[in-house]
């Protein structure tokens, strides 16, 4: 890069190879862990396992990216909730939405404890990410009146994340105790 030319352009080719891989390891990893054999995330994108290397020179960036992208999707997915569903349904989509990016995150907590610079960055991108997001929705849906007005976003996530490192059924709903504590945040 010069002062110039600004920033290098990635190639089509590239990028859509980079989306392949994020989105192969995205699948993998809920099927198989973050400790995945890397040919199977390579085989699953359809490219070779030297494109992923050149990608994601080591496991940690790639998870670290992996993790990145859904968590910035989870939170896009708040303002477009709001927007097309009553408060109370769009905080119910939402947190059917986060309990399965939790519950498809098999062995990621181990890797964040792992030590790995990589992962410092993580926990709090989770929590200033994801935090505004469920604040917006239960913002709305006090203001509406579905649910208390002394809910703590972070502690609600906590809680809900606690509560969802199993699968989520095969209907896709999480697990009931989700739901009990959805509940108990209803206004009666």
Known sequence: MTASTGPRKVRADARQNLDALLTAARTVFARSGVDAPAREIAAEAGVGVGTLYRHFPNRAELVAAVFTTEIDATAAAAAELLASHPPKDALDLWITRFTRFVATKQGLSAAL???DPAYDAL??????????????????????????????????L???????????????????????????????
Do not use: K, Y
């Open 113 to 115: 404890r792992s030590g």
């Open 123 to 156: 926990p709090a991108l989770l929590t200033g990410t994801l935090g505004p997001a469920l604040t917006a929705l239960l913002d709305a849906a006090a203001a509406a009146g579905d649910i208390r007005n002394d809910v703590d976003p972070l502690e609600l």
């Open 158 to 188: 906590q809680a809900v994340g606690d509560l969802s490192h199993r699968a989520p059924s095969p209907d896709g709903s999480p697990n009931p105790m989700v739901r009990l504590l959805l509940d108990g945040l209803r206004i009666r």
